[in-house]
């Protein structure tokens, strides 16, 4: 589906007062001496993979819901990042998981992500389900599990998700495992740790110099006493004993209630440890909302701490990889993905506009007000405008979803995939 030139049609409705409000946002700016070109640079700069699992209605063990015109194949799945790449022009990757997406014509699919402006960034591995064709089961782990057969399959097929990743062209294999055990007794945790390290270190050894390995945690669920991998402190120890290709993936669900993640992301990048970011919303746990739904102030503090070490020549951190791991149960996939990259991307801008000169010294002073007051102020700077802008100069919509709702994209999609299909995945 091209929409190029109705973009354009649909972005002259919105320009009157888009010149409005981004004439104001400017002026605001200049007047502190921020270069407001600079910024809306550095917005069209930013990208966020999109998951290839998260283009269908995803559901709770309770039900699924699903809206009509989801995507068949992963041929599909990449039609549908492209329009919103098209949309939003800041979308320009995919984040794949195997098995669901295993890429049959590679060549042919290199072809239509090119067709689309797309690249894969990362694959996912899978070891938290059965597979109908799978010798032994994951029921007590995969990589820690006490049976040596079970963790060679669980090894070999991650080792077969990097093969498919090559394929693709993709560099970034993220693991995060489900092993843990659900009762007192059940699981020693100092051999568990010791065969998870062993088992990723194998697959590490598979893994081609230029690629990462991103190790993601998680506090709890689907195991509820203990996790193997529950904290960023056990993600960066797996990483240490690994080597300097293996780094900490923060998804920003997988806290308990009320951690302080920037504090977290910004000990990760002082480290030079910090691989890549999973955004979504969340109220008590894994809850794969919308990004920026629930606590928009701590998304911005994230991103305070983010942008601080990105601009700090002295920290050694590798680039972030960003992407999105959301499910949606009752909006239209599409338009919650469009929702969380508009809230990264107005987030992510007030975080360009801290003056970290003014910030710095107020620290150096103990001044907690002056401190504070300056984040609050950034925070309730209206940053839609610079984004909206960002995307005008990238080809894309101001309005991205009141694009799609008024081309009628979903009905179209329905008309031609079906109300009843529906797109593998959570
Ligand atoms: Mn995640």
């Given at each position: 589906m091209d929409i190029f030139n109705q973009i354009e049609e649909q972005n002259q409705k919105h320009q009157a007062s888009h010149a409005f409000q981004f004439q104001y946002i400017a002026e605001l700016l200049n007047r502190k001496g921020i270069d407001v070109q600079g910024v809306v640079d550095k917005i069209k700069a930013f990208q966020i993979a999109i998951p290839s699992w998260a283009l269908g209605t995803g559901g709770t063990r309770f039900g699924r819901f699903p809206g009509g015109g989801?995507?068949?194949n992963l041929e599909e799945k990449i039609e549908d990042i492209g329009l919103l790449h098209q949309l939003n022009?800041?979308?320009d990757s995919i984040s794949l998981h195997i098995p669901w997406d295993i890429p049959k014509d590679p060549i042919a699919l290199k072809q239509l992500l090119q067709a689309n402006g797309l690249s894969i960034d990362s694959v996912n591995s899978n070891t938290f389900q059965d597979q109908?064709?799978?010798?032994?089961?994951?029921?007590?782990?995969?990589?820690?599990?006490?049976d040596a057969r079970v963790r060679q399959q669980a090894i070999d097929h991650n080792i077969a998700c990097i093969q498919h990743g090559q394929a693709l062209d993709s560099k970034v294999l993220t693991v995060w495992l489900a092993d843990g055990s659900n009762f007192p007794g059940q699981q020693h945790f100092r051999r568990a740790w010791q065969r998870t390290a062993d088992s990723l270190g194998s697959i590490y050894q598979a893994m081609p110099e230029d690629w990462t390995m991103l190790i993601e945690y998680k506090p709890?669920?689907?195991?509820?006493?203990?996790?193997?991998?529950?904290d960023w402190g056990t993600s960066y120890s797996l990483c240490q004993h690994l080597g300097k290709n293996a780094q900490v993936l923060v998804d920003l669900?997988?806290?308990?209630?009320?951690?302080n993640i920037e504090q977290i992301v910004a000990r990760l990048m002082h480290f030079g440890r910090l691989g890549g970011f999973h955004f979504n919303g969340s109220m008590y746990g894994d809850?794969?909302?919308?990004?920026?739904?629930?606590?928009p102030y701590q998304f911005f503090l994230i991103f305070n701490e983010l942008v601080d070490a990105m601009n700090d020549p002295t920290v050694k951190n590798p680039p972030l990889a960003w992407m999105i791991d959301a499910s949606h149960n009752s909006k239209d996939p599409l338009e919650d993905l469009m929702q969380s990259v508009q809230n990264i991307l107005t987030t992510y801008a007030k975080a360009l506009l801290v003056d970290r000169v003014v910030l710095s010294a107020a620290q150096d002073n103990n001044d907690v007000l002056a401190a504070e007051e300056l984040l609050r102020d950034v925070f309730a700077t209206d940053t839609r405008a610079l984004v909206a802008e960002a995307a005008r100069q990238a080809g894309g919509a101001m309005e991205p979803i009141a694009v799609f709702r008024s081309l009628g994209i979903r009905e179209k999609l329905i008309e031609k995939r079906g109300q009843k299909s529906i797109a593998t995945g959570l």
């Amino acid at each position: 589906m091209d929409i190029f030139n109705q973009i354009e049609e649909q972005n002259q409705k919105h320009q009157a007062s888009h010149a409005f409000q981004f004439q104001y946002i400017a002026e605001l700016l200049n007047r502190k001496g921020i270069d407001v070109q600079g910024v809306v640079d550095k917005i069209k700069a930013f990208q966020i993979a999109i998951p290839s699992w998260a283009l269908g209605t995803g559901g709770t063990r309770f039900g699924r819901f699903p809206g009509g015109g989801e995507p068949r194949n992963l041929e599909e799945k990449i039609e549908d990042i492209g329009l919103l790449h098209q949309l939003n022009r800041s979308s320009d990757s995919i984040s794949l998981h195997i098995p669901w997406d295993i890429p049959k014509d590679p060549i042919a699919l290199k072809q239509l992500l090119q067709a689309n402006g797309l690249s894969i960034d990362s694959v996912n591995s899978n070891t938290f389900q059965d597979q109908p064709d799978q010798a032994l089961s994951y029921k007590f782990g995969s990589l820690c599990h006490t049976d040596a057969r079970v963790r060679q399959q669980a090894i070999d097929h991650n080792i077969a998700c990097i093969q498919h990743g090559q394929a693709l062209d993709s560099k970034v294999l993220t693991v995060w495992l489900a092993d843990g055990s659900n009762f007192p007794g059940q699981q020693h945790f100092r051999r568990a740790w010791q065969r998870t390290a062993d088992s990723l270190g194998s697959i590490y050894q598979a893994m081609p110099e230029d690629w990462t390995m991103l190790i993601e945690y998680k506090p709890y669920e689907p195991n509820f006493y203990s996790m193997v991998i529950p904290d960023w402190g056990t993600s960066y120890s797996l990483c240490q004993h690994l080597g300097k290709n293996a780094q900490v993936l923060v998804d920003l669900g997988h806290h308990l209630p009320n951690t302080n993640i920037e504090q977290i992301v910004a000990r990760l990048m002082h480290f030079g440890r910090l691989g890549g970011f999973h955004f979504n919303g969340s109220m008590y746990g894994d809850d794969d909302l919308t990004t920026g739904s629930i606590k928009p102030y701590q998304f911005f503090l994230i991103f305070n701490e983010l942008v601080d070490a990105m601009n700090d020549p002295t920290v050694k951190n590798p680039p972030l990889a960003w992407m999105i791991d959301a499910s949606h149960n009752s909006k239209d996939p599409l338009e919650d993905l469009m929702q969380s990259v508009q809230n990264i991307l107005t987030t992510y801008a007030k975080a360009l506009l801290v003056d970290r000169v003014v910030l710095s010294a107020a620290q150096d002073n103990n001044d907690v007000l002056a401190a504070e007051e300056l984040l609050r102020d950034v925070f309730a700077t209206d940053t839609r405008a610079l984004v909206a802008e960002a995307a005008r100069q990238a080809g894309g919509a101001m309005e991205p979803i009141a694009v799609f709702r008024s081309l009628g994209i979903r009905e179209k999609l329905i008309e031609k995939r079906g109300q009843k299909s529906i797109a593998t995945g959570l």
